[in-house]
């Protein structure tokens, strides 16, 4: 069956744009989960949607938003962007929540100029 | 807030050498979760154990999750250049908590 599939691959954006990814979950899975993976932090949680409700949110500011929609595919939008939101964004499904584990995508490169 | 504290952060050994990676926290997680991630690419998951003193082999691969539920390790034998890659420990919460807490990574470089 298909993976995670995210796009795009990887963005450049300028200071103070916005920017929105997607995220395809596998078919059947209704769990999708935000991450974002930075060199000096690692993997921080962002937020995560069941069903179309967000369930559990990480500690980011309000800049960082998310939404789920009812074929299970999530976006997540990041507003006034700044140098330091440069990070891999990875896009995580499961089944039920993730307490089995999850699959990833491949990730979006941002690089914010 | 949980932390998950994982060592050594980078490891480097010859091919055919063994080696433990180790995961650590002071909190309770209801089900440990081990993860590889190889450069521009997704983590990919490992393992799951879930019952404190749990142990699970995959091939070369050992896990162990504590009897308390709060460390776990990674031990590979005789590694290989293809073990090469990020190890990441995460831990999820349980009950209404659906987010995992990752641990920074190990980066094992398994030279031939």
């Known amino acids: 069956k298909a993976g995670v599939t995210q796009t795009p691959r990887y963005l450049i954006k300028t200071r103070g744009q916005q920017v929105t990814l997607s995220c395809s979950p596998i078919s059947g899975h209704r769990s999708v989960s935000w991450y974002q993976q930075t060199p000096g932090q690692g993997l921080q949680f962002l937020f995560e949607?069941?069903?179309?409700?967000?369930?559990n949110k990480g500690n980011f500011p309000g800049r960082f938003s998310g939404r789920q929609f009812s074929n299970s595919r999530s976006e997540m939008n990041v507003s006034t962007l700044e140098l330091g939101d440069s990070a891999l964004y990875l896009c995580a499904s499961s089944f039920d929540g993730g307490y089995y584990g999850y699959t990833f995508g491949s990730g979006t490169r941002l690089t914010v100029v | 807030t949980q932390l998950l504290e994982q060592s050594p952060q980078f490891l480097s050994i010859q091919e055919g050498e063994n080696l433990t990676v180790y995961c650590n926290s002071s909190s309770v997680f209801s089900s440990l979760q081990w993860y590889r991630q190889e450069p521009g690419e997704g983590p990919v998951l490992l393992v799951t154990v879930v019952t404190g003193g749990e142990v699970k082999k995959l091939k070369r691969l050992t896990f162990q999750f504590g009897d308390a539920r709060k460390d776990s390790s990674l031990h590979i034998t005789a590694a290989q250049p293809g073990d090469t890659g990020l190890y990441l420990c995460a831990g999820a919460g349980g009950g209404s908590n659906y987010k995992l807490t990752f641990g920074k990574g190990t980066l094992l470089t398994v030279n031939p």
């Open positions: 949607y069941f069903s179309e409700t967000q369930r």
